[in-house]
């Protein structure tokens, strides 16, 4: 096994070395894209504590809020690299991705996913079509330094969207040294996928660069069937791969900064591309027969596909002044879409003349002012102003949602005192202001009505809507020798989306008619979580339950009604409940073997509206993860871990979904650095699915067309830094 | 540790008791199209004439109340497919549409049915290219779940 990935590696490496990247022969690929500057990103390693549930900065962090937080370093990351940031982070519990292919997928917190919940880089709410079931995140992993996840409402620190929670990534380390850099290489079996990403940084007196570059080319990737059965229709499958879902991702990131006493400075300009192929055999829901040659090359992407370029300008500047830290983040973000498949005629729509179904351009500009002052040695207060707007552009022949602009304003102050040394309360209160334009939009072609005449028929209507806000949150923090207690209650909100407002036609993706409704309100949630923590020298224990009511969910509803023959869904709001808890026990049988275990359960469930008594959409099933690890030696150089992942059935459904069965699967891990002189190398081993199991995941957006999960995956990275 | 113990059972005490109960009845069943105790039409590879009509015979039924279906019949002059079957239908060689057939039509079942009988003739037009066709049934029930059935079949002159 370890043979193929290592001949995968060589391979392709020795494909890259002989051609360029832009003239290598791809049969189907008709287009190049913009060549992502070559110039840009990465850190250099700033080595942060452990993940692990002990020692004593993390307790510190944990005692730093009464919201649920974990953090994931760099070195965790790097251990459990997987396609897509969002996968890769499914070890945290709570956190799981939504998948589309091998390397696009969005993540959820606690079930919350898409336009309810929040991803920030360095405090910056990142900007991308994040409503769509089929987009992944446009975040360039190996760019991040360190991750924080806030489970729970966070509507106070990042308004609108972080109902589930925030994902806040930070790339802004600033380097060491003088000079230095990183190499990683990574190569993944299943889907023969070869990375590479660099970084460079340096530092001099008070100015600090860093620059880095990424690429990553991968083929379809295999599952473990030789056919997917779907609507009795059989489709055969090539070598078990899932025709056309090769992709190749290209990013480029570049940073400089000024470091002073009392003030700091740094601007981050990052560019990501991503181009990769949908399912060949399946488009949204609808089967589909082509007659280009998918199975030519396993490494082409040919239609359908999707390209995405995100460009990002940031800058974070804090000044001190005594008491007073004065933050200020100004952000640029472009992200343009384009979603290309073979232009066909449906119902009244003639045959289009191009491939161009969907494009979205959007333009978000983002300015942050935020004031901390320590009033007393037991007091802090916080405030801060949000200023965002957004324009998001539509084109091609395929509306899924018209053209909008948001303004959004808001403002916040957050008190903390500290009544004892353990004994810690907060509380703010925050203000929004939202107004959005919705500009109408009218099909290209025209549908018959009545008996000899015919419309451009208005797809959405022009509609302007002021949303105001008012959240709050308040918690406290308690330690008691090993123990950690937390409470925290907040309520978060969010704008419904042009889609929601606007939307009044077919949803070419997923063959059903869209309806949307004008008279919205914004979505609000009320949030009680606590967490408990022990922890001594053996024993590591964390629970974290929660309760969660929206008074006014918005909900797509099925209905039994068709329009221009399919099936009609409006959006509606509904009241609905959901509970659940993450647990973690770790303990150390001995000072190098650890066991693991980890579970988390949640449960949602409508209690009014037309759909009342049903779940959620995208429900995540109850899952179990027990796992022992071997560390190496006292200076944790190195370790060996394997893993038991159970998931539970998935009954809860809601229409058009299906119900999935649960599963287990096998998965291993181990990773050893070697001192080389003052440079050090590290290599990690990965193996997910050991033992080849066939299984569904009900999250996957490939698992409402029958598409089994992948099958095993042995993924290698070498990294060096120096 | 022993405290560990209790409060780990408390937790999942606390967390059983509030399980669903079920109280609710929801309908979780989707819409059957069938042929039961008929021989259905269209099926799959027929041919139909120009200003001829295609009879369209199928039974409907849900466990709880079917709720609406429709109609569409669209060219497949591309191969492009949705046909349901195994089999594969002898197609025409490929050819752009010129004055392609378009049919979408909804219908309405009666309320409080859980077997409905479709019968009736859609007549071809006489002036609408021959050629490979899509025939698409789509049913619902009153709870929002959807059953899709493809008929491939053929329009000749």
Aim: glycine share 6%; hydrophobic share 35%; net charge negative.
């Amino acid at each position: 096994m370890l043979a193929t990935i290592l001949a995968t590696v060589a391979v392709s490496l020795s494909l890259y070395g002989a051609m360029p990247l832009q003239d290598r022969v791809v049969p189907c690929e008709a287009d190049t894209f913009f060549v992502v500057d070559t110039v840009s990103k990465y850190d250099s390693i700033v080595l942060l504590d452990d993940v692990k549930i002990s020692g004593h900065s993390e307790k510190d962090f944990q005692m730093t809020s009464s919201q649920n937080k974990v953090q994931v370093n760099r070195e965790y990351l790097e251990d459990n690299f997987t396609g897509s940031l969002s996968q890769t982070l499914e070890i945290v519990p709570g956190v799981k991705a939504i998948s589309i292919g091998s390397s696009q997928s969005k993540p959820t917190i606690r079930g919350m996913g898409f336009n309810r919940m929040a991803v920030a880089e360095n405090g910056i709410k990142h900007s991308s079509q994040q409503w769509g079931d089929d987009h992944g995140l446009e975040i360039n992993q190996f760019e991040v330094d360190k991750v924080e996840i806030i489970k729970g409402p966070s509507a106070l620190q990042f308004g609108s969207d972080a109902i589930g929670g925030v994902m806040n990534l930070f790339t802004n380390y600033a380097p060491l040294k003088d000079f230095e850099g990183s190499f990683l290489l990574t190569g993944r079996s299943n889907n023969q996928h070869l990375g590479l990403s660099a970084k460079i940084g340096g530092r001099s007196n008070k100015l600090f660069y860093k620059a880095g570059i990424s690429v990553a080319d991968y083929a379809d990737y295999k599952v473990t069937a030789d056919s997917i059965q779907y609507y009795s229709y059989w489709i055969k499958l090539k070598d078990k791969r899932l025709r056309n879902t090769a992709g190749k991702e290209y990013d480029a990131d570049i940073m400089l900064g000024y470091i002073g006493k009392r003030f700091h400075t740094d601007i981050k300009i990052s560019d990501n591309f991503s181009k990769s192929g949908f399912f060949a055999d399946a488009h949204g829901l609808e089967v589909r027969l082509s007659n280009i040659d998918y199975d030519k090359s396993k490494r082409d992407i040919c239609l359908p596909y999707q390209q995405v370029n995100h460009l990002k300008i940031l800058s974070h500047s804090v000044l001190s002044v005594d008491k007073i830290n004065l933050e200020a983040n100004v952000a640029y973000q472009n992200n343009l879409r384009e979603e290309h498949s073979e232009p066909i005629s449906h119902g009244y729509m003639p045959t289009p003349d191009n491939t161009k179904e969907r494009m979205f351009n959007k333009n978000t500009y983002t300015a942050n002012i935020g004031l901390s002052a320590f009033i007393s040695e037991n007091n802090t207060l916080q405030g801060g102003i949000n200023t965002e707007l957004q324009k998001n552009d539509i084109d091609g022949w395929g509306f899924i949602i018209p053209t909008f602009s948001t303004l959004s304003l808001g403002g916040y102050l957050f008190d903390k005192h500290t009544i004892k040394e353990n004994f810690i309360i907060n509380g703010g209160i925050r203000y929004d202001y939202a107004s959005t334009h919705i500009h109408g939009y009218s099909d290209w072609y025209k549908t018959p009505v009545g008996w000899n005449d015919s419309v451009y028929k208005q797809r959405s209507e022009d509609i302007k809507r002021n949303f105001n806000s008012l959240t709050y949150s308040f918690g406290l923090d308690y330690n008691i020798d090993e123990w950690i207690f937390k409470v925290n209650m907040g309520k978060s909100f969010r704008i419904p989306i042009a889609k929601e407002l606007g939307a009044d036609g077919i949803n070419y993706h997923i063959f059903r008619y869209e309806k949307g409704n004008s008279s919205l309100d914004a979505e609000q949630s009320y949030q009680l979580d606590a967490g408990i923590k022990y922890t001594d020298s053996r024993i590591a224990f964390q629970a974290d339950p929660y309760v969660n009511y929206f008074p006014n969910y918005i909900y797509l509803n099925p209905t039994a009604a068709y329009t221009e023959g399919l099936q009609t869904y409006y959006y509606t709001q509904a009241e609905v409940f959901r509970y659940g808890f993450e647990l973690q026990v770790s303990y150390l049988i001995t000072s190098y073997l650890q066991a693991e275990f980890q579970t988390e359960y949640l449960s949602s469930k409508q209690l009014s509206g037309p759909k009342k008594g049903y779940s959620l959409p995208f429900s995540v099933p109850w899952s179990m993860d027990c796992g022992l690890r071997y560390t190496f030696d006292k200076n944790k150089s190195g370790f060996i871990a394997i893993n038991i992942h159970v998931v539970g059935d998935q009954n809860e459904i809601v229409p058009p979904e299906k119900t999935t069965e649960g599963y287990w699967i096998l998965n291993m891990q181990a990773s050893k650095r070697f001192r080389i002189g003052k440079n050090d190398m590290k290599v990690a081993l990965q193996i997910k699915n050991i033992l080849d199991k066939r299984y569904f995941d009900h999250t996957s957006y490939y698992r409402l067309i029958d598409v089994p999960e992948p099958s095993r995956n042995i993924s290698l990275s070498i990294g060096y830094n120096f | 540790m022993k405290k560990l113990l209790y409060l780990s059972t408390a937790i999942s005490l606390i967390f059983m008791a509030c399980g669903d109960k079920d109280d609710e009845k929801r309908d979780m069943q989707r819409p059957s199209i069938t042929d039961k105790g008929i021989e259905v039409s269209p099926s799959n590879c027929q041919s139909f004439k120009r200003g001829d009509s295609i009879p369209f015979r199928y039974v409907f039924t849900d466990n709880e109340e079917l709720g609406a279906y429709n109609i569409e019949i669209h060219n497949n002059f591309t191969h492009h497919t949705h046909s349901t079957a195994k089999e594969d239908c002898d197609l025409d060689t490929e050819k752009h549409p010129v004055n392609p057939w378009v049919y979408n039509h909804d219908f309405a079942i009666p309320q409080n049915s859980t077997e409905y009988t479709a019968d009736f003739n859609i007549p071809v037009p006489k002036d609408k290219d021959v050629g490979d066709y899509h025939f698409m049934i789509r049913l619902t029930d009153k709870a929002g779940w959807q059953e899709i059935k493809s008929v491939e079949i053929k329009i000749t002159e």
